[in-house]
């Protein structure tokens, strides 16, 4: 496979690029909270608490899955199937769930996720992928203000990336069979107009991954493995940032846009855009980095399931366990400066009386 470092050229801003609309389609959210304003789920002495439970400290009585946090580490979103972490819940379908860890206040949402939901990385928007009527839509949904909507993003499937806010914005767009191309959108940080920044002549997935402040997107060309950026400072993609002979699978892009996490072989690497340099971290499989590029969260290499999850300093190079148990966890899975990481297990003695034997949610705190 030849791969060639260079610039793509520049896309033209069109509006025939915007394949997203708005319609307001959000259900109501259920709201719960104890009474005492405690999160309901007390920590114990490694730092490790459950955090998908009801408001006064249930356990669920179903699995959950796919969980994220935000860079400041006050909300986390996640799926489950458990209909007792909400009054009046009584169905036994795949539901969202964002929880406010300072008051363990408990939102529901409409679902099924099609992938991992998403939080702005202001926490106020909470965005996932589900399906609409023969399309595939992002449902958003404003925690504060209460607006919901959705955007309409493809007529087979997409994926979706979240910055800052509802502003901030990517996507892969693809359609049904015999179509094999895919647009990569990035709606602009100036206007909030999508922009077409890319054609992919496969429907391998493309996994955007995209700043907070919406002016860079890491995003991989899984066909060819191959990591591209593109940047809002020139309005051009960069590929392949890892160099004309490693094949690559991205992770990534941190927070604050400075780094790009991609696999490579049994290592992890860690490319600094500033310098165009790349951190190999041998022998592991990184996961997530914290918003500022600092921390890597991983497995060991090879695993393709559950695995202890390990936290490494990159400037020290020091590791830290998050848990010693069989664990996922997925991006935007770790709080800045590498305070907090979520993950999903099904281990029984990471908190005292877990007893529903169920995949849960939990959140260690290391610092």
């Not at 791969?3 to 033209?12: I, N, P």
């Amino acid at each position: 496979m030849k791969r060639v470092t260079a610039r793509r050229g520049r896309v033209a801003l069109s509006t025939a690029a915007v394949v997203c609309v708005i319609t307001a389609v959000l259900p109501g959210a259920a709201w719960a909270g104890p009474a005492d304003g405690t999160g309901g789920a007390g920590a114990d002495a490694a730092g490790v608490e459950r955090v998908s439970v009801a408001a006064d400290g249930t356990q669920a009585n179903d699995d959950s899955a796919q969980v994220s946090i935000t860079p400041a580490g006050d909300r986390i979103t996640f799926s489950s199937y458990a209909n007792n972490l909400t009054p009046g819940n009584t169905g036994r379908n795949d539901r969202v769930f964002v929880r406010d860890l300072a008051t363990g206040q408990n939102q529901q949402f409409g679902g099924p996720a099609m992938a991992p939901p998403m939080l702005s990385s202001d926490g106020q928007v909470l965005a996932y992928l589900a399906p609409r009527f023969d399309h595939m839509a992002l449902y958003q949904n404003h925690l504060s203000l209460g607006w919901s909507s959705s955007y309409t993003c493809s007529l087979n499937s997409c994926e979706a990336s979240m910055g800052a806010s509802e502003r901030h914005q990517a996507f892969s767009v693809s359609f049904r069979y015999p179509e094999q191309n895919q647009r990569v959108e990035v709606r602009r940080p100036d206007t909030g107009e999508l922009q077409t920044v890319d054609i992919i002549h496969n429907t391998a997935s493309i996994r955007p991954s995209l700043s907070g402040d919406g002016t860079r997107l890491a995003y991989q060309d899984g066909g060819e493995q191959d990591i591209l950026l593109w940047d809002w400072a020139d309005n051009n993609v960069t590929y392949p940032i890892e160099g004309p002979d490693r094949a690559a699978e991205l992770v990534q892009l941190s927070d604050d846009g400075n780094k790009i996490v991609y696999l490579s072989g049994a290592d992890t690497y860690v490319h600094d855009i500033a310098s165009g340099t790349d951190l190999q971290v041998p022998g592991v499989k990184g996961v997530s980095i914290d918003p500022t590029g600092r921390y890597l969260l991983h497995t060991p290499s090879g695993t393709t399931g559950p695995a202890p999850l390990t936290l490494r300093d990159l400037q020290t190079g020091t590791d830290e366990t998050v848990t010693d148990r069989p664990a996922t966890a997925g991006i935007d899975s770790v709080s800045a400066g590498g305070r907090q990481v979520v993950f999903r297990s099904t281990a029984e003695d990471l908190v005292p009386d877990d007893t529903n034997g169920k995949a849960d949610i939990f959140l260690r705190t290391l610092r």
